[in-house]
């Protein structure tokens, strides 16, 4: 099963370093392997989160996700994107931004790293509505209950997600302004940048997440109604047409989201735009075939905190990005907050199951009957 899902990344990875070797040696070997590494221990959390909802789409769409949604993830993602950015920060048309990009590695750096700061906006505060929204809804389990619950009920008041989520971007840009101007003032225009860039992060959140939920409540309606009139159940909800469409747009925003620290972060290993995209390419697509192995496995559902651990991973990216529209935060401390919460939400889950397990063998010692 691991050898079936994974064989594309095996696959992938081979060809990868293979290719870093043919393009600048063994030391090319070594960064590639460094930044797949870094790939994959950063977007951990974006695999668990994605499984939760690759779950709910049917077959087709889920290979959709794995062919198309991978060359968007792979090429787009980790390759146009941060020419794309050079281009517009630049004012530059894309064949420049390439150039530069492949002649004048230094200045192709200095224009990314500049525009880190609207970046960090977009990407943090899409991620932030992912967290709040997930810790504001009612949930029949809870990993944290002392927390989740008296979050849950603050969650019944109408927007409070956008609200904080306003609030956290508004003390981001005026504490970047300030900072600004008591150091000259040359990143003051940029407080301006960093409150569009988020405003905008809010807006595709609330746009294609919207959306998504929509149709797929809708789906859900008729799933029902057709369970009332056969008289059955109904069958598990498997999203299709436009609520699968809409979902799937969800799933590459979020991989963007979840890809901006690593883009960013793959900058202090290397600015050879070539061997960026070969380890971030290889660590996005074994974080798409964890995916799919969370998926065909249950483990979700095997493992009930683990989605609760992902999301609060997410929260932690959230604010991290957020921090570091000012300061400077090491890739490796990022990687080990989403690891660490992950890693604990997985042992809590098995200690879950044991005493479930535990509690269910005692029932029936109880209910043999004495002869």
């Known amino acids: 099963m691991i050898l079936k899902t994974f064989r594309w990344a095996f696959a992938v990875t081979a060809l990868g370093l293979a290719a870093g070797v043919l393009y600048d040696g063994w030391a090319a070997f070594g960064i590639v392997a460094i930044l797949a590494v870094l790939e994959i221990s950063l977007s951990f959390d974006n695999a668990v989160v994605n499984a939760g909802i690759l779950k709910k789409m049917n077959t087709f769409w889920q290979k959709i996700f794995l062919t198309v949604g991978v060359l968007i993830a792979v090429f787009g993602m980790r ?41 960090a906006a977009f990407g943090g505060m899409f991620l932030l509505m992912i967290f709040l929204d997930f810790i504001f809804e009612d949930r029949d389990i809870k990993w944290l209950a002392w927390l989740e619950r008296p979050l849950a009920k603050l969650g019944k008041v109408d927007m409070l997600s956008v609200c904080i989520a306003l609030v956290v971007l508004l003390i981001t840009a005026f504490t970047f302004a300030t900072h600004a101007h008591q150091h000259g003032g040359a990143h003051a225009d940029k407080a301006q940048t960093v409150l569009i860039s988020g ?11 919207g959306l998504s939920g929509y149709f797929e409540n809708r789906l859900e309606d008729e799933e029902e109604r057709e369970a009332q009139q056969s008289g059955g159940t109904g069958s598990p909800v498997k999203l299709a047409g436009q609520a699968a469409f809409f979902m799937f747009l969800y799933l590459e925003v ?21 061997l960026m995209a070969l380890g971030l390419g290889i660590g996005a697509m074994y974080v798409r075939s964890l995916t799919v192995y969370l998926v065909r496995q249950g483990t979700l559902d095997d493992y009930v905190y683990l989605e609760h651990g992902a999301h609060y991973a997410i929260g932690a990216l959230a604010v991290i990005l957020m921090v570091t529209i000012q300061y400077q935060i090491n890739e490796i401390i990022t990687g080990l907050v989403g690891v660490i919460l992950i890693g604990w939400s997985f042992w809590s889950s098995v200690r879950r199951n044991k005493q479930l397990a535990a509690a269910e ?3 029936e010692t109880d209910s043999v009957p004495v002869p």
């Open 79 to 119: 390759l146009v994107f941060p020419v794309v950015i050079v281009a517009v920060t630049a004012k530059l048309n894309p064949y420049d931004a390439v150039q530069l990009a492949l002649t004048d590695k230094d200045r192709y750096q200095q224009l990314v790293t500049d525009a880190h700061p609207a970046i």
């Open 199 to 209: 405003v905008a992060g809010l807006i595709t959140y609330m746009v294609v997440g």
């Open 254 to 274: 979020l991989d963007a989201s979840f890809s901006f620290d690593g883009v960013i972060g793959a900058f202090a290993i290397t600015n050879d735009i070539v």
């Open 361 to 363: 063998g005692a029932t």
